[in-house]
């Protein structure tokens, strides 16, 4: 079954009508170390933008900048656009480390953002829902160190799904996850993105994830970050296979544009730890 | 050159002590029993240390009498007000210092100043601040209280991890929301493990309350005890407060259980 | 100034029984006592050399309390000790180990030794006199103290129920008097030294003096039954010395003119000086605070026997002491005359 078969989620609203992402001039520095510089993107309303770049080029950062999260030190990220009555948080994270509370059920880690805007049973009605469409309902009372790392991560995507969200930020979603189970959670992931028709930035430092995910890909150059290229892929989400060459040569593309900058960023990190 | 041949012999195990009930149970009782031997066949004199039959004659004569009751209550209520007051205080300054960094180093100056001042001292100032009455005990035990409370919050605070709460305002969770649902909760194992220390603070504290124009309480019951040379009363007195202490402490035991079933 | 005839007197003494002394050495006595006034016979016989007159080198042990002075001797830290008689005390003698063997200090009738103390607010609300009581609220530093018997013994004199005063334990003496000067507490029992300068000053009212209701034997000389029976040659020169101290005492602070007023003269001076230094050592006001403050001493330094076993009797009706001990055995009357 793909998740992505169904209605769609109410909130998403394809055909151009969501909310289009545009960043200018982004700047930050972090200790005195200039992390990024002179970013200019702009992400369309539904579209999945993915971002990577070496380690520490600022990915997390940026989407941090995104999210209301960090305070950029230059520009601004602007966001435009018509978004649902019932969208609760317009724009929503996912988080690397999944970020639940261990102390509530699945049940209720889902319900936190609902908490403060609707009464227990509409509150109820929805989580109950996006459990469903993230297979956890058998797991609702469970406690999230009774579950695995997908689960668990699928309980994160499930809260954030709960809010319909207009935009979807999504920070390294499945690296804590082992390769097996990042496999199945892309493919679930994709098809829930596309369901919910949200606009999303996707970072991640797997290449192949990127070009599995993104309907562009921005490179992102090592410290101080900055766009690199922009790649379109022209291809539609649903239906792209891992064996696909042409995403193969894709991914090899983007590998030769960053690989000196991963392997400089690599001896950097060594430097700074020494 | 030499040869292994054979089977290879478990080398792991250890370093893994297990608590065991009837072991903690058998050695009090063990110890008890001695003391009662050593009692009876005369090698301590009573005067020094009276038996332990002796001491739960003199138990039994209170229970019966009501003035172990008598002396209990007016104790239980002091621990009571004084404990919670100095917890409710002692948990919102923590907080306060957990969160703001306008509050944080003021009010922690403050708590390192004056939390090392042994409470006794204070008591004299306490029946100027508070009166002879109840309120100078209750301020006693508060005071004491208070000061642990506040520490062990904010450290509790300071331990919540910052990407929880990074979460809740990715959210768009207001701050009473983030505050009552992702800092309390998660500074909560720490509150109470400050709760166990806290508990044996107050009765500690009782005594040194009670030293003061209490007419009844079991620190006003050993101290009129031991100032009467009465053995029997001041250990009976003793037992009592080590017994208050164990129930205090399973309570909390029983509390972390249930609220800490999470983990 | 005042304390040269004194001194010169001591040297005089000193250097006329140097040569018998050397030819015995100097038995060590170690003695228990409170560093307040009331031991002040103890403190002539030292400063007099009457002790040493004796073979004693009596080491003086000060405590700040009553209680642990009786205790002190139990544990075998001192030989000797001058005490309040309090339940603590008697209940250490019921076991057998401490015996009283003279008086002390004596609540007299006309000789002002302690006050009941009345706060103001509670004397302005009627608390003027000792029958009313009842209602009110007692400090006193603990159960079975010299001030709780002595409430106890006021209240069988005046004909009401102790249990119908509210007693404070507050531990201290010190804090007694706070209790009361600050209007915390309704009233207490305070020497003559501090009632009078409270009263004076407007801080509290005395309503009566314990030695004009109740005459009792307040503090006695007592010894460790061990020391009894090791070295009785010891406590009996221990007692002569104690003896002329009481006598050089009657001698200085009890006599009385034929108004009744005390008499003041070169004898009186002379036991001032001997005995600031000991207590209000250096204070300029300590002639008139040792003067105000000195209680009766019993001729001979005589136990109040009848009085000892009504106290022992009165603490047993109370529940304070535990016990039942023959009186008589807690009493070692070989040493000391009895009254």
């Known amino acids: 079954m793909s998740a992505a078969q169904g209605p769609p989620l109410s909130s998403g609203m394809s055909g151009g009508q969501g909310l289009r992402l545009t960043l200018r001039g982004i700047g930050h520095a972090y200790r005195g170390l200039q992390v990024?510089?002179?970013?200019?993107?702009?992400?369309?309303?539904?579209?999945?933008?993915?971002?990577?770049?070496?380690?520490?080029?600022?990915?997390?950062?940026?989407?941090?900048?995104?999210?209301?999260?960090?305070?950029?030190?230059?520009?601004?990220?602007?966001?435009?656009?018509?978004?649902?009555?019932?969208?609760?948080?317009?724009?929503?994270?996912?988080?690397?480390?999944?970020?639940?509370?261990?102390?509530?059920?699945?049940?209720?880690?889902?319900?936190?953002?609902?908490?403060?805007?609707?009464?227990?049973?509409?509150?109820?009605?929805?989580?109950?829902?996006?459990?469903?469409?993230?297979?956890?309902?058998?797991?609702?009372?469970?406690?999230?160190r009774e579950l695995s790392g997908g689960m668990r991560q699928r309980v994160g995507i499930a809260r954030a799904l709960a809010v319909r969200p207009a935009c979807l930020l999504m920070d390294e979603p499945l690296s804590a996850l082992d390769a097996q189970t990042r496999t199945l959670l892309l493919e679930e992931f994709a098809g829930l993105i596309a369901r919910a028709g949200t606009t999303t930035v996707y970072v991640t430092h797997t290449l192949s994830e990127a070009v599995r995910i993104g309907h562009e890909v921005a490179v992102m150059s090592r410290r101080p970050g900055r766009v690199r290229a922009l790649l379109r892929i022209d291809r539609p989400i649903e239906g792209r296979r891992a064996t696909d060459p042409d995403l193969l040569a894709m991914e090899a593309r983007i590998w030769?544009?960053?690989?000196?900058?991963?392997?400089?960023?690599?001896?950097?990190?060594?430097?700074a730890a020494d | 050159m030499r040869r292994i041949d054979g089977a290879i012999a478990f080398r792991g195990g250890g370093f893994a002590p297990r608590a065991r009930a009837w072991a903690a149970a058998g050695t009090?009782?063990?110890?008890?029993?001695?003391?009662?031997?050593?009692?009876?066949?005369?090698?301590?004199?009573?005067?020094?240390?009276?038996?332990?039959?002796?001491?739960?004659?003199?138990?039994?004569?209170?229970?019966?009498?009501?003035?172990?009751?008598?002396?209990?209550?007016?104790?239980?209520?002091?621990?009571?007000?004084?404990?919670?007051?100095?917890?409710?205080?002692?948990?919102?300054?923590?907080?306060?210092v957990g969160l703001w960094s306008a509050l944080r180093s003021p009010v922690m100056a403050v708590v390192a100043a004056l939390f090392p001042i042994p409470k006794i001292a204070l008591v004299p100032l306490f029946i100027i601040w508070f009166g002879i009455g109840e309120?100078?005990?209750?301020?006693?035990?508060?005071?004491?209280?208070?000061?642990?409370t506040v520490i062990a919050t904010a450290g509790g605070v300071d331990g919540v991890p910052r990407g929880l709460?990074?979460?809740?305002?990715g959210f768009g969770l207001p701050t009473w929301k983030i505050v009552r649902s992702i800092v309390l909760p998660g500074a909560l194992p720490a509150i109470l493990t400050g709760f166990r220390v806290t508990s044996s603070i107050a009765i500690v504290l009782l005594v040194a309350a009670e030293m003061i124009g209490a007419e009844r309480g079991i620190g006003a019951f050993i101290l009129a005890a031991g100032n009467l040379y009465d053995m029997d009363a001041l250990l009976a007195g003793i037992v009592v407060l080590s017994v208050l202490g164990l129930a205090v402490a399973w309570a909390i035991g029983v509390a972390e259980r249930v609220l800490l079933r999470w983990r | 100034m005042r304390r040269q005839p004194a001194l010169s007197r001591r040297l005089l003494l000193g250097s006329a029984l140097l040569a018998p002394r050397l030819a015995r050495a100097a038995e060590p006595v170690r003695f228990g006592l409170l560093h307040t006034l009331s031991p002040a016979p103890f403190y002539l016989a030292q400063e007099r050399g009457y002790f040493r007159d004796e073979g004693l080198d009596v080491a003086f042990r000060f405590f700040q309390a009553a209680q642990p002075i009786a205790a002190a001797a139990v544990a075998g830290d001192i030989d000797l000790g001058v005490t309040a008689l309090t339940g603590g005390f008697f209940n250490l003698a019921e076991k057998g180990v401490l015996k009283v063997i003279g008086g002390g200090l004596h609540e007299e009738r006309g000789y002002e030794g302690s006050a009941i103390l009345v706060s103001n607010k509670a004397f302005e609300a009627g608390l003027t006199s000792v029958d009313k009581l009842p209602g009110h609220s007692f400090?006193?530093?603990?159960?079975?103290s010299s001030f709780h018997y002595m409430l106890g013994r006021i209240a069988q004199a005046?004909?009401?129920?102790?249990?119908?005063?509210?007693?404070?334990?507050?531990?201290?003496?010190?804090?007694?008097?706070?209790a009361v000067t600050s209007g915390q507490v309704d009233a207490t029992?305070?020497?003559?030294?501090?009632?009078?300068?409270?009263?004076?000053?407007?801080?509290?009212?005395?309503?009566?003096?314990?030695?004009?209701?109740?005459?009792?034997?307040?503090?006695?000389?007592?010894?460790?039954?061990?020391?009894?029976?090791?070295?009785?040659?010891?406590?009996?020169?221990?007692?002569?010395?104690?003896?002329?101290?009481?006598?050089?005492?009657?001698?200085?602070?009890?006599?009385?003119?034929?108004?009744?007023?005390?008499?003041?003269?070169?004898?009186?001076?002379?036991?001032?000086?001997?005995?600031?230094?000991?207590?209000?050592?250096?204070?300029?006001?300590?002639?008139?605070?040792?003067?105000?403050?000195?209680?009766?001493?019993?001729?001979?330094?005589?136990?109040?026997?009848?009085d000892v076993l009504d106290q022992l009797r009165w603490f047993r009706a109370e529940g304070l002491v535990k016990g039942d001990a023959d009186p008589r055995s807690m009493l070692d009357t070989r040493f000391l005359p009895t009254r």
């Open chain 3, 189 to 306: 029992i305070a020497i003559a030294s501090q009632a009078r300068p409270a009263a004076a000053a407007g801080q509290a009212h005395i309503i009566g003096w314990a030695g004009d209701l109740v005459p009792y034997q307040i503090t006695a000389l007592f010894a460790a039954t061990r020391f009894l029976t090791d070295s009785p040659e010891q406590v009996r020169r221990f007692c002569q010395a104690y003896k002329r101290g009481v006598a050089d005492y009657r001698a200085a602070f009890l006599r009385r003119d034929p108004q009744g007023r005390p008499v003041v003269d070169a004898l009186t001076l002379a036991a001032v000086a001997d005995i600031s230094r000991y207590v209000f050592t250096g204070d300029p006001q300590a002639e008139a605070k040792i003067l105000a403050g000195v209680g009766y001493y019993d001729e001979n330094a005589a136990l109040d026997v009848a």
């Open chain 1, 36 to 144: 990024l510089q002179d970013i200019d993107l702009t992400v369309a309303p539904g579209e999945v933008l993915a971002l990577v770049g070496p380690s520490g080029c600022g990915k997390s950062t940026l989407l941090g900048i995104m999210g209301g999260l960090i305070a950029p030190a230059a520009g601004v990220v602007e966001a435009h656009g018509a978004v649902a009555d019932d969208c609760l948080n317009p724009i929503t994270y996912v988080f690397q480390d999944f970020a639940l509370l261990p102390w509530r059920s699945v049940r209720d880690n889902v319900a936190l953002p609902l908490e403060p805007h609707l009464p227990r049973a509409a509150r109820r009605a929805r989580v109950d829902e996006v459990l469903a469409l993230t297979g956890l309902d058998a797991f609702a009372e469970a406690w999230p």
């Open chain 2, 135 to 148: 309120g100078s005990k209750i301020a006693t035990i508060g005071f004491g209280v208070f000061f642990p």
């Open chain 3, 158 to 178: 005046k004909g009401f129920d102790l249990s119908s005063v509210s007693l404070r334990p507050v531990q201290q003496i010190s804090n007694m008097l706070a």
């Open chain 2, 165 to 169: 709460i990074r979460m809740g305002q």
């Open chain 3, 139 to 144: 400090a006193i530093t603990q159960y079975g």
């Open chain 1, 256 to 271: 030769a544009m960053i690989r000196d900058d991963a392997a400089t960023a690599e001896r950097e990190r060594v430097d």
């Open chain 2, 28 to 96: 009090l009782i063990g110890l008890v029993a001695l003391w009662q031997a050593l009692e009876m066949a005369q090698l301590v004199p009573t005067l020094f240390l009276p038996a332990p039959l002796a001491i739960g004659r003199t138990l039994w004569a209170l229970t019966v009498s009501g003035e172990l009751w008598k002396h209990l209550s007016a104790s239980l209520l002091r621990l009571a007000v004084g404990w919670t007051v100095g917890t409710v205080f002692g948990i919102a300054v923590g907080l306060a």
